[in-house]
């Protein structure tokens, strides 16, 4: 497996697993403390990977747009959202915290540092 190292953590291309997209979402989000799905050439999801950075996290980013079952993946995202727009989806703790507008509610409110420090994924 290769690792590349991004500006924003790491990108790791998922990995052969079960034919269930639903349960390749579930399995990837739970390997690591921030886990971001994500589209190579959207805007939001630049957004979120830059206010991770920011507050110190490396979050490990799926590129949807760059695996070959992506497309899959992002329905299977939509459905567990309940919308039409699958990405950026973020897990924290292997826990769905959801798309851009509930993690910027969270930020806002003052839930997210604690969400990430419980999850191992912040020291301080």
């Known amino acids: 497996m290769h690792y590349q190292v991004d500006s924003w953590g790491y990108y790791m291309p998922a990995r052969s697993m ?6 390749r979402v579930a399995k990837l989000a739970s390997e690591s403390a921030v886990v971001i799905f994500s589209l190579s050439s959207c805007c939001m999801c630049h957004a979120v990977k830059r206010l991770f950075c920011g507050l110190g996290v490396n979050p490990t980013v799926y590129e949807l747009d760059q695996d070959p079952r992506g ?3 992002e329905t299977a995202l939509m459905r567990l959202l309940g919308n039409s727009q699958a990405v950026p989806v973020v897990f924290i703790g292997g826990k769905l915290i ?18 990430l420090k419980e999850a191992g994924a912040l020291w301080l």
């Not at 079960?18 to 349960?23: A, Q, R, V």
């Not at 959801?98 to 969400?115: C, E, F, K, Q, Y």
Request: no cysteine.
């Open 18 to 23: 079960g034919s269930d997209p639903m349960e």
């Open 71 to 73: 497309k899959d993946m």
């Open 98 to 115: 959801g798309a851009m507008d509930r993690v910027m509610a969270s930020h806002i409110n003052g839930t997210l540092v604690p969400l």
